[in-house]
């Protein structure tokens, strides 16, 4: 696992704590260019959560059958628990009702992403 420098990543810890502007830390960006992937604001998914849908679906693109009002909200945000960058770089996974999406919850966000052809 690739080891974030502290001032790589939007974090608490960082004396960031609050959400900025995609690409605000360029030297943070991944191998393949992409900005943001540790802190910053946690991810509303398309997937759908459900509890026990990792101990029985496969790993990759788990079609899941939980309520349509249910979304996932996957990675960590500034405002970590930990208010770390250490904790902005978990892999966390959660559900998140729609009355907490990324309108009324400043700490999630989402990512548009497209496959190239």
Same mark, same amino acid.
């Given at each position: 696992?690739?080891?974030?420098?502290?001032?790589?990543?939007?974090?608490?810890?960082?004396?960031? &704590?609050?959400?900025?502007?995609?690409?605000?830390?360029?030297?943070?960006?991944? *191998? /393949? =260019?992409?900005?943001?992937? !540790?802190?910053?604001?946690?991810?509303?998914?398309?997937?759908?959560?459900?509890?026990?849908?990792?101990?029985?679906?496969?790993?990759?693109?788990?079609?899941?059958?939980? &309520?349509?009002?249910?979304?996932?909200?996957?990675?960590?945000?500034?405002?970590? *628990? /930990? =208010?770390?960058?250490?904790? !902005?770089?978990?892999?966390?996974?959660?559900?998140?009702?729609?009355?907490?999406?990324?309108?009324?919850?400043?700490?999630?966000?989402?990512?548009?992403?497209?496959?190239? &052809?």
């Amino acid at each position: 696992m690739r080891q974030w420098a502290l001032l790589q990543a939007s974090a608490a810890q960082a004396g960031t &704590p609050a959400l900025h502007m995609v690409g605000s830390y360029p030297e943070g960006a991944s *191998p /393949y =260019g992409v900005f943001d992937l !540790a802190g910053n604001a946690s991810e509303w998914v398309w997937d759908w959560y459900n509890w026990s849908d990792y101990s029985k679906m496969p790993a990759r693109n788990p079609l899941s059958q939980a &309520p349509p009002w249910n979304h996932s909200v996957r990675g960590s945000a500034w405002f970590d *628990p /930990y =208010g770390s960058a250490e904790g !902005a770089r978990q892999s966390s996974r959660c559900g998140a009702r729609s009355s907490s999406h990324a309108s009324n919850d400043p700490r999630i966000g989402f990512r548009c992403a497209r496959s190239t &052809p």
